[in-house]
């Protein structure tokens, strides 16, 4: 059986992580992940084999500590209004 591929967020912080399943069972975890890796034609090809110490983390907490997440497609994201740019702040230096 092919292994299957999803993004699931760490319901704790909310980071996202792409899994690899086989059988039902996490074989391989990578991540977190930037937003701007979360493409699902990105799957197969993460590293999930060198966090390995990972894949029992995750698995401990399954599945109440997880939740699937799909990112938006190219398409959904091209309809999407711009965001208004962010107001500039100004920062001291801490002394």
Do not use: K
């Not at 090809?45 to 109440?64: K, L």
């Not at 938006?72 to 100004?90: D, G, H, K, V």
């Amino acid at each position: 059986m092919e292994p299957t591929y999803q993004f699931w967020q760490f319901v704790t912080s909310g980071d996202i992580f792409a899994v690899r399943l086989e059988h039902d069972d996490v074989s391989g975890i990578c991540g977190p992940l930037h937003r701007t890796e979360l493409r699902r034609e990105n799957l197969p090809d993460f590293d999930y084999d060198d966090q390995r110490d990972d894949v029992a983390w995750a698995q401990e907490h399954e599945p109440e500590g997880w939740r699937m997440f799909e990112p938006p497609t190219p398409e959904a994201l091209s309809n999407q209004a711009p965001r208004p740019a962010a107001q500039a702040s100004t920062v001291s230096p801490i002394t």
